[in-house]
């Protein structure tokens, strides 16, 4: 299994709501990152876990809470957002916390705020 | 301060044309390099990379880049283009573990 799965594709929510964004992997990668994109513009990290611990926190508002409960899966919990976090959001892992190792991307979700 | 920078906000190309999409870095010390393909509505597609050793780099779907350090420089490139090639090409630099990403450049190979 060489892929990046994440759940769901799409996701709208009210400003008021509580939703999660669900990524797994099966290629036994021990990093695993969480970015946003907006519409034709780069991902921006935001979350980077090495070995089940926070490594990297971009200075992200804390309404977005990650979560990797495991070396395979990865959450992002949603909570009080806002229209402009309104984005794609992509989950990636890589074998390890170096320098050389590429990053496998799964498709994203879509995220609407109301 | 790392950063990458993809000159071109878009390329043209006719199918069969050779193609080049443009990247410049600024790191300190060595450069770890990354080329990635974005498909409408999909995840980033890792192409190819360049850590150390030979200045051609060969990757997936026929492409290839070429590292000049002397002009800090990662261009991607491909020797006959597909329409199906048609995407959104971003240059990236690892640096301490963090994926600097350059604007992006929209490649147009039309028939």
């Known amino acids: 299994d060489t892929e990046v799965t994440q759940t769901p594709k799409h996701l709208v929510m009210g400003m008021t709501n509580k939703k999660s964004l669900k990524c797994e992997q099966h290629m036994g990668h021990r990093a695993m990152y969480w970015y946003k994109q907006k519409a034709k513009k780069p991902p921006e990290l935001m979350f980077v876990y090495s070995y089940e611990k926070l490594s990297i926190n971009e200075s992200v508002p804390s309404r977005f809470s990650p979560e990797c409960p495991n070396s395979s899966l990865l959450n992002l919990h949603l909570h009080a957002l806002q229209p402009e976090d309104s984005a794609l959001y992509l989950c990636?892992?890589?074998?390890?916390?170096?320098?050389?190792?590429?990053?496998?991307f799964g498709p994203g979700t879509r995220l609407t705020v109301l | 301060a790392q950063s990458v920078a993809q000159p071109e906000d878009q390329v043209n190309v006719a199918e069969g044309n050779p193609l080049t999409v443009k990247c410049t870095y600024s790191v300190s010390g060595n450069p770890y390099l990354f080329w990635y393909v974005q498909y409408p509505n999909r995840g980033l597609q890792f192409l190819l990379k360049y850590i150390t050793g030979d200045n051609l780099v060969k990757g997936s779907y026929g492409f290839e880049a070429e590292f000049n350090k002397s002009q800090t420089s990662f261009h991607l490139k491909k020797p006959s283009a597909l329409v199906s090639d048609s995407a959104l090409y971003f240059c990236?630099?690892?640096?301490?573990?963090?994926?600097?990403f350059g604007s992006g450049t929209k490649l147009n190979v039309k028939p």
């Open positions: 990236a630099v690892n640096n301490f573990n963090k994926f600097y």
């Open positions: 990636a892992s890589s074998k390890g916390f170096g320098t050389s190792n590429e990053q496998f």
